[in-house]
């Protein structure tokens, strides 16, 4: 059984910062792909950041303002979120793209989720 559990969000006025955390635990095999993605009211979901072994990638709307990391020994994952906009705010879900077998394929998994409410 695998976990996937983001840190709390929270409130912060526009320009500041804010730090996300994710942690998988459970029965991991390898971790091929950590990820975050936000769904602000009435849109869909969509990618904010990604990391995996061949590098990050990141939505246009963040680049240069947020930034995602990964410790492989914790098998967690962070989000660096500074000058935030109030468009920032949503709900963000922390996604793991992991293996629970060597032979067992790529299955996603997912974090609850956290609010970020950023204030204009």
């Known amino acids: 059984q695998v976990q996937v559990v983001e840190s709390v969000g929270g409130l912060v006025q526009a320009g500041g910062s804010l730090r996300l955390s994710c942690a998988a635990s459970?029965?991991?095999?390898?971790?091929?792909?950590m990820g975050w993605y936000r769904q602000a009211p009435g849109k869909e979901r969509e990618l904010v950041a990604r990391?995996?072994?061949?590098?990050?990638n990141y939505a246009d709307s963040v680049k240069g303002r947020f930034t995602i990391s990964r410790d492989n020994a914790k098998n967690t994952v962070y989000l660096e979120m500074n000058s935030l906009k109030p468009e920032d705010t949503a709900v963000y879900y922390c996604?793991?793209?992991?293996?629970?077998?060597?032979?067992?394929?790529?299955?996603?998994?997912w974090g609850k989720g956290t609010l970020v409410t950023v204030s204009s």
């Open positions: 990391i995996t072994s061949g590098g990050t």
């Open positions: 459970g029965s991991i095999f390898s971790i091929n792909a």
């Open positions: 996604n793991a793209n992991l293996k629970v077998g060597e032979y067992y394929p790529d299955m996603s998994y």
